[in-house]
DNA sequence: TTTCTGCGGTACCGATCGGTTTCCATTCGG
DNA sequence: CCGAATGGAAACCGATCGGTACCGCAGAAA
């Protein structure tokens, strides 16, 4: 009886693939819930049984965003890799249909204080932060956070500004300041 | 008769206004038009006989905001500093209302490729980018154009996580990173 | 005064929004 | 073979969207 185990395909699983794809090609404001509904292939009643609202499905989105590693940040565990190297190696250019981060996109669009997605979004952004700033410390860098932070900077600037000129190759001038910041904070004693 | 010279407070500017103020607030997809007349003091027909269409109203918003110089990069202009200092002092705290560069902001609403704002949109980074590049050549950068890159992809992000974690601190570590880049390109040989 | 014009107020239009409800076909346990 | 639960299709709701049409008032021109 009832509800899959979410592992599956179950209708939850289905509709919050569908939001994901729409909220971030098209804007969260942009994408109706008829349309998340027609892409996910069910009904209106079956979405808000499983979500109280559209904002709710906005928060689990973003919620889905933060968990299931489909984000930059991810590049920040490949081990094979020195802490260093990995610090530079998160700028490598993003894939073809990126359009930002979803986090800050949200954040430009839900300007209510108290949509429930803002905490989600606040909570990914210091976790972010925190796992720069781990990796600094692991590099070996004279001040951590003050690298992590410098970084975190850089890297959400070449996310914002591959959407606003709609062209990855700021990630190709981020990448060696990147390195610049980094073996700055390396080789200071 | 008809049409102010546009100079003054006509019709058509203080319907800018207000569109300026509401778009940038509370998002451009949130702002209706009846928002914005409201505001103006301007009933629906005055808006639509001085706008084609709320797209157009958005374009000339974008456009506003690039001519009348209200957008930080005029810090860029400061003679009384040196080239190098100014791109430093480009990252100083914006004020308050701050809430992200309004060009990144629209082109985070508008996913509509043939939207009118986006060839502003454009336009304003390409000559934002252009005047970084040359004040780091003025500068004596041993690679300008790379700088310039790198000092924009560094204030977008700036501006950008101001926005996403609601807090300017973010101008606090871009700061000294820049300082930090334009220290490298000008000793580098 | 008479006339014309610009403009605010407002009713209105069709479409779409987020969200609710009804109906019915399917499925599955007993 | 039956009864209950599921969920898709679609009608429906009030509100709001972008945009249009009309009315009536103001002020300048004559």
Redesign the pocket.
């Known amino acids: 009886?009832?509800?899959?185990p979410a592992t599956t395909h179950?209708?939850r699983e289905?509709i919050l693939a569908a939001a994901s794809a729409l909220f971030y090609r098209h804007g969260i404001?942009?994408?109706?819930?008829?349309?998340?509904?027609?892409v996910?292939?069910?009904?209106?009643?079956?979405?808000?049984?499983q979500?109280?609202?559209?904002?709710?499905?906005v928060a689990a989105y973003l919620r889905r965003m933060t968990e299931s590693g489909r984000l930059l940040d991810r590049r920040l565990d490949r081990t094979e890799l020195a802490p260093g190297e990995r610090l530079v190696a998160l700028f490598e250019r993003p894939g073809a249909a990126f359009r930002g981060c979803p986090m800050h996109n949200a954040s430009v669009e839900l300007t209510e204080p108290a949509h429930p997605g803002r905490a989600v979004i606040h909570a990914y952004k210091q976790g972010f932060l925190d796992r720069l700033v781990d990796t600094a410390r692991q590099a070996g860098a004279a001040d951590p956070e003050e690298l992590g932070h410098r970084l975190f900077v850089l890297f959400e600037g070449a996310t914002a500004l591959a959407t606003s000129i709609n062209d990855p190759a700021a990630f190709d001038y981020a990448r060696p300041a990147a390195a610049t910041l980094v073996g700055q904070a390396l080789t200071a004693e």
């Open positions: 009886m009832a509800n899959q179950g209708p289905r404001n942009a994408t109706g819930i008829g349309e998340v509904v027609e996910a292939g069910v009904s209106k009643r079956t979405l808000y049984q979500f109280e609202s559209k904002d709710e499905l």
